[in-house]
C-alpha cells in the first residue's frame, strides 16, 4: 500500500524563558502535550499555516522569529501508511486575539524547560524543546 503523504507547520511559542503547550488528543485518542500545528489548507504557505494554525489552538496571535527545523516521520492511520512533513518556526507571542477551540484543545500551559521536559511524549517535540533551550529561549 504506498503511503499518503501530508503536510503540516506549526510554532514552538516562546515568551520570558518559557515554552506554550496544548494538549490535544491523539489518533488513539489519549491526550498527549504538544506544540500547536496542523495541516496547510490548499495554497497555503507553511509559514501562513503555522501561525494560523497557533492563534487557532492557542489564541495568541505571533510572529515569526525563524525558522527552526523540517521534521520528517512515518506512522499508520487506519492501517495505512503516512509519511508526514512539519515545518517548526520559533515564535513570540503579540497578543491575544481568541480562545482555543475548545472541540481540540484539552489545556495550555507555559513551562520552563524541565516542565515542559517531563510534559512533552513524541521525541521530536522534546527535540526542539532542547533546540530551543539551546538558542536560549527556553530556560
Known sequence: MKALKEYSAGGVVTKGG??????MKKLSGELVWTYPKGHLDGGETPRRAALRE??????LECRVRSTLALVRYSFRRGGRPV???VRWYWMEPVRKVGRPDGAEIFGLRWLGY???SRLLEYPADKRLLDRM???????
Do not use: D, M, T
Request: charged share 30%; aromatic share 0%.
Open 83 to 85: 509519511k508526514k512533513r
Open 18 to 23: 518559557k515554552v506554550l503547550l496544548i494538549r
Open 54 to 59: 497557533v492563534v487557532e489552538e492557542s489564541g
Open 133 to 139: 533551550r539551546g538558542l536560549g529561549a527556553v530556560s
Open 114 to 116: 524541565s516542565g515542559a
